[in-house]
């Protein structure tokens, strides 16, 4: 979800916080380089009060940090002037008068009453009958004034810079995102937030439970930002999930209302955009969903984006497009805002398995049931190298190793093959031949190990410098795959049986 912030709001947040720390030269620099006034204060009734009980060097200085009207400013500066006036501090009065803004503004818009005030300075003495005239009291006219600022300012509790913080160190660690006591240093965000080691994960957290005995996810996608599962199903529909307690997001308006997303056959592939706002989605009768995942609507449908089921779906770095493969034979890449065709990547002869973008997203790796894997070039759309992971085995699955120019192969057999966008052999993860052949795999949130899924339901941990580490068996049902959280030891396993499970360490 996106939030728009003013600019000014950080710059008053930032004011506040300077001056109830009294660095009050900082704080007006700030002013006079933003142009920008607090405009709040703590206690509207405390202010009003202030105003009432003509306590004008408290309230002036309140005033300082305000954005009020010219008009309403001239009318407390006309007041303030006519009670110094009253007290006999003429002194005071006449630098009022004479050197603020309101009164200046004061003479040039209404002479007359400027010029009246002069005058009541100039008087050895002070009436207060001939200046309150027609009901009107300084007490009437100070409750007025007050009224009519407290109107203009805004509430806002002492310390508000210091909330919010706390408020998003407690969201992050509800989320998971931040370990709890952990001491906190703004200035090191991306060391501070889970820096958790990567451990093999261990315990079964929650289950989700799908209804029905046919309904089950074919996929599932941990969202960017960490807040959101997503799962895709065999009868069509994309829920997102919270994925701590396994229960479906009700703060999305449209899932609490059951107007769920959905596609018109089973959703096979799924993936979120960079900034974690957009969804894409595939399906088997080779469409394409764009969607929006506060809303739920449907921004663009692709259709069809292929003439068979779509395997694999991903978006560039700034959601303009999305590369997509299929059984068809092809690997493609769509304008979001068209939808049109903008490159066919082809070569392959046989299903495309998968599909996915390069780190620095100027290539595209493929794999496929004809055993290759092929690296292209998103510019020129050429093949510039075509490996052979296992002789003839189908690559089920690529997946990206972040932060290098490595990834891995998941090959229909007991190997997992490490490569380089070079087209160079890197490594391979072998496991026993017992435990069945590889189906799918997924990297821990910091890329140092890997978990492999077999087709007899097992799932094994390697690490990626020092190997074999340990496994699970997760299910005697036939599994489908499996997705790994960015930021924590956690990661989902779905079977046919309805279930997707979900572990941590």
Request: glycine share 6%; with cysteine.
């Amino acid at each position: 979800m996106s939030i728009e912030i003013e600019a000014e709001d950080i710059v008053r947040l930032v004011l506040q916080f300077l001056k109830e720390n009294s660095f009050n030269q900082t704080a007006q620099a700030i002013e006079t380089e933003t142009g920008v006034k607090i405009n709040t204060i703590e206690n509207r009734e405390s202010f009003m009060k202030e105003i009432k009980d003509g306590e004008w060097d408290m309230v002036l200085r309140h005033v300082a940090d305000l954005r009020i009207p010219p008009l309403k400013l001239m009318d407390l500066y006309e007041q303030v002037v006519l009670e110094l006036t009253e007290l006999r501090e003429l002194g005071a009065a006449r630098t009022l008068l004479r050197q603020t803004e309101p009164m200046f503004l004061l003479k040039n818009r209404f002479p007359e009453r400027y010029l009246r005030l002069e005058h009541i300075l100039s008087r050895s003495a002070f009436d207060p009958k001939e200046i309150y005239v027609n009901g009107i009291t300084k007490e009437k006219m100070r409750s007025k004034i007050a009224q009519a600022l407290a109107n203009e300012v805004t509430v806002v509790e002492p310390g508000r810079l210091m909330t919010l913080l706390e408020d998003c160190v407690k969201w992050q660690q509800h989320q998971g995102l931040l370990a709890p006591d952990t001491p906190l240093n703004l200035f090191q965000d991306a060391n501070q937030v889970i820096q958790i080691e990567d451990e093999m994960v261990q315990t079964l957290e929650t289950t989700i439970k799908f209804p029905g005995k046919k309904s089950y996810a074919e996929c599932t996608a941990f969202s960017p930002n960490g807040l959101y599962l997503v799962t895709g199903s065999v009868d069509g529909f994309i829920e997102i999930w919270n994925h701590q307690t396994g229960k479906l997001r009700k703060d999305l308006k449209y899932q609490a209302e059951e107007n769920l997303m959905a596609m018109d056959q089973s959703v096979i592939c799924v993936n979120f955009s960079q900034d974690s706002e957009s969804l894409v989605t595939g399906s088997t009768d080779g469409k394409i969903a764009l969607w929006k995942v506060q809303s739920g609507h449907c921004q663009r449908k692709i259709s069809p984006a292929h003439s068979q089921g779509v395997t694999s779906v991903a978006f560039n770095k700034d959601t303009t497009h999305i590369l997509s493969s299929s059984y068809d034979h092809s690997i493609k890449i769509h304008n979001v805002k068209s939808g049109k065709l903008v490159k066919s990547l082809d070569g392959h002869v046989s299903f495309v398995n998968s599909a996915v973008y390069s780190s620095d997203y100027t290539q595209v790796i493929s794999g496929s049931s004809d055993g290759e894997v092929k690296i292209w070039d998103i510019a020129s759309g050429v093949c510039l190298h075509s490996i052979q992971p296992d002789y003839k085995v189908a690559v089920q699955s690529v997946v990206l190793i972040p932060y290098s120019s490595q990834f891995i192969a998941v090959t229909k057999s007991h190997q997992l093959h490490i490569l380089n966008t070079q087209g160079k052999r890197v490594k391979m993860i072998e496991q026993d031949k017992s435990k069945g052949d590889f189906i799918s795999a997924a990297l821990s949130h910091q890329g140092k190990l890997v978990y492999g899924l077999s087709e007899t339901g097992i799932l094994s941990c390697h690490d990626l410098s020092t190997g074999y580490k340990g496994e699970i068996e997760i299910s005697q049902d036939e599994l489908i795959g499996i997705s790994s959280h960015p930021f924590t030891n956690r990661i989902a396993v779905n079977d046919i049986a309805g279930r997707v499970y979900l572990y941590t360490h």
